[in-house]
């Protein structure tokens, strides 16, 4: 028997194609290396059953017929299962036809409408009936930060922040099998005047600037909505890009922002910030109220509005607590290149003198802040065109900068993550990472395939998390198209490598304060992550009540994935036929330079897995471009470590899958082979 070792080494290579990533690892999906052996990730379980909708917000009103002989009035509705929406409408002579109703506006927008309500018009017509038609918020309410923390005492709890809300999970708290999702979004009235209520925050909602960066306005009354041929008239309707007379760049769309929340915590209590509303919140922990029925608790409140506050900036991008704690707030007063802070220990003083440690710093550069991240070298500051670094100074000047890099900036704060020694980003075609001193591009091997395919033109739908337990950094990003992340890319800080996947993730809070990461769903569910697989002497066979998700969105979403080891085929018949959502596929393995063939009688594996819980696949092919490759197997790798096969080829494509749930470690590879000649 002549072995054939093939050396394979950790991490996926997608810089190239498939045939030039020989003796690579090339592509998978829920996989990782670990010390040296491809093992799938951990598994994961619902965190709580509440899923986080809109509030029910009526957003949209449009004319459908415009009718006639109608006066100045008001809207209300019918049906829907809201309340409070009201509106008004104007009229018009046109065309000499008198009472047209040609403009439409939403007074109170109203809330809890799960379907569309039914839009009533006052006053009475001799003409033809006006019809008018509304749009509300229903769908899932996209989460965009999350943040946890431990109390002196213990206790657990995770924010939860998303475009129309702010939620509360309290692990001391209990509802059926789960802790539920308390929300604590603050009250309508508690919103500042000028700024946008939570129910009405749409996503791409930039505070000050509504739906991206261009005009509003009806473009050419497009839309029944008023507007001129200049746009600008109507504010949060739509932009029509592409024959709006003051915008030529197509590229325009790529300066629309989603809003995320920026949490930090002070003390036992927490503070934050959501980009689109712009206001400092402030969550009391001592003096919150739980309703359990109504899932419901103490909302935050501004903390400008406790008692003793002086000079608490609004309309900021992000806030968080400096280690000297000091309250740090990012885009202060709707300044994009400035920074504030309180006084050293203090959560309302934030008016400069000669008795305190309050300030503020306008940083000199071209671009836009886009947030803070805290190291253990100061807090980084990201801007759309560059990276500074805060340091500490001590009285009088308290806080200083310094320039980090010019270019650089990150897809959004959320592109962020990492420990307090290591932090990494993404940008625009690039990875980052600082460690202390100055930033360096990190050797991607999987960049061509991530930046060839991502969509930017939304910024800060990218959400990076930390996995401590693993030393991986992983960004999950919407592939060009899609709205909302639905791929992943890890790189193992510890080990120096690269895996990608697919995984409809938004938000990532790692392991550090709850003892386990937590991930927010697309779904609007939160999902607990790395689950351990069952470590009993016997191996738990999966159980027969479980059903095999058909592809990676039904699998994003399933409640709980628990790990397994192994299959019995008599519970689940079907196991072979099912999709084998889990695996690892190589580049071209050939004998020296790929101008003989091989011939391979069997292949040998260095294999932990359960029965029918993990096979390989072959494909052959005499050329890269070969039309008709053949494809051997599946074999289930056995137990022996023998698995035998027939198969003659110039090049050879291994794959290895498991279903969903399985829990394995794959480690090196042999072949049985020979040398079959040139032709």
């Not at 060839?452 to 919407?478: C, Q, R």
């Not at 607990?528 to 066979?541: A, K, V």
Request: proline fraction near 4%; charged fraction near 20%; aromatic fraction near 10%.
């Amino acid at each position: 028997m002549a072995l054939l070792p093939i050396k394979i080494p950790a991490g996926f290579f997608r810089n190239a194609t498939q045939y030039q990533a020989k003796n690579r690892w090339y592509k998978g999906n829920l996989v990782r290396f670990s010390e040296g052996r491809l093992r799938p990730i951990g598994g994961w379980q619902r965190l709580a059953d509440t899923q986080i909708i809109q509030k029910g917000a009526v957003y949209e009103l449009k004319i459908e017929t415009a009718g006639s002989g109608y006066s100045n009035g008001t809207l209300a509705f019918t049906g829907g299962g809201g309340a409070s929406f009201t509106g008004a409408y104007t009229v018009s002579t046109v065309g000499g036809v008198a009472g047209v109703i040609t403009g439409v506006s939403i007074t109170n927008s109203g809330s809890g409408f799960t379907s569309i309500p039914t839009v009533t018009i006052s006053g009475s017509t001799s003409g033809i009936t006006a019809v008018i038609t509304a749009k509300v918020f229903n769908a899932v309410d996209p989460i965009r930060g999350l943040h946890s923390w431990r109390l002196g005492a213990g206790a657990r709890y995770l924010l939860v922040g998303s475009v129309q809300s702010l939620r509360l999970w309290d692990g001391s708290q209990s509802a059926g099998t789960n802790a539920p999702l308390y929300d604590i979004t603050p009250t309508d009235a508690s919103v500042p005047s000028g700024t946008i209520a939570f129910k009405d925050q749409k996503d791409f909602l930039i505070s000050g600037l509504g739906y991206g960066a261009m005009e509003y306005g009806g473009d050419r009354n497009l839309d029944g909505t008023g507007g001129t041929a200049s746009g600008g008239d109507t504010y949060g309707t739509a932009r029509y890009a592409p024959i709006d007379p003051d915008i030529q760049d197509a590229d325009a769309w790529r300066d629309n922002y989603v809003p995320t929340w920026q949490f930090d915590s002070f003390g036992d209590d927490a503070i934050g910030v959501q980009s689109g509303q712009g206001s400092i919140w402030y969550v009391d922990v001592s003096a919150l109220s739980f309703n359990n029925s109504a899932q419901t608790a103490t909302p935050a409140v501004l903390l400008s509005s406790l008692a003793n506050s002086t000079g608490v900036p609004e309309d900021n991008v992000g806030v968080l607590v400096t280690p000297e704690r000091h309250i740090m707030i990012i885009g202060a007063g709707g300044n994009k290149r400035k920074i504030a802070w309180g006084h050293q220990e203090s959560l309302t003083d934030f008016t400069p003198s000669v008795t305190n440690t309050a300030g503020d710093l306008e940083i000199q550069t071209r671009g836009r802040i886009v947030g803070g991240f805290k190291s253990r070298y100061g807090i980084l500051l990201f801007f759309t065109d560059s990276v500074w670094k805060t340091n500490y100074l001590g009285t009088p000047y308290i806080y200083g900068v310094e320039r980090l890099s010019e270019g650089g900036g990150c897809l959004g704060m959320k592109s962020v993550a990492g420990s307090a020694d290591f932090v990494a980003w993404m940008s625009r075609g690039r990875f980052w990472s600082f460690t202390g001193g100055y930033i360096t591009e990190l050797a991607c091997d999987v960049g061509d395939y991530v930046f060839s395919d991502i969509n930017t033109d939304l910024e800060g739908l990218v959400s990076g998390g930390h996995n401590a337990e693993f030393g991986e950094i992983t960004w999950f990003y919407p592939k060009e198209g899609d709205e909302y992340c639905t791929r992943y890319v890890t790189y193992s800080y510890r080990e120096k490598h690269w895996t990608t996947g697919e995984l409809e993730r938004s938000a990532w809070e790692s392991s550090d304060s709850l003892g386990f990461p937590v991930a927010g769903g697309v779904d609007g569910y939160l999902y607990r992550h790395e689950l351990d697989p069952d470590t009993q002497s016997t191996p738990i066979l999966r159980e027969s009540n479980v059903t095999a998700p058909a592809d990676v969105e039904a699998l994003s979403g399933i409640e709980s994935r628990v790990m397994a080891k192994g299959v019995d085929s008599a519970i689940h018949p079907n196991v072979a036929s099912e999709e084998h959502l889990c695996f690892a596929e190589t580049g071209a393995i050939e004998i020296g330079g790929g101008n003989k063939l091989m011939s391979v009688k069997s292949i040998i594996t260095d294999t932990d897995a359960g029965d029918k819980g993990l096979r390989m696949k072959v494909t052959v092919a005499d050329t890269p471009d070969d039309s008709t490759p053949i494809v051997e197997g599946a074999y289930d790798l056995t137990a022996d470590g023998y698995t035998d096969t027939r198969f003659t080829g110039r090049q050879a494509l291994l794959r290895v899958e498991s279903p969903f749930d399985q829990e394995w470690r794959f480690g090196e590879v042999r072949f049985d082979a020979t040398q079959a000649g040139k032709r």
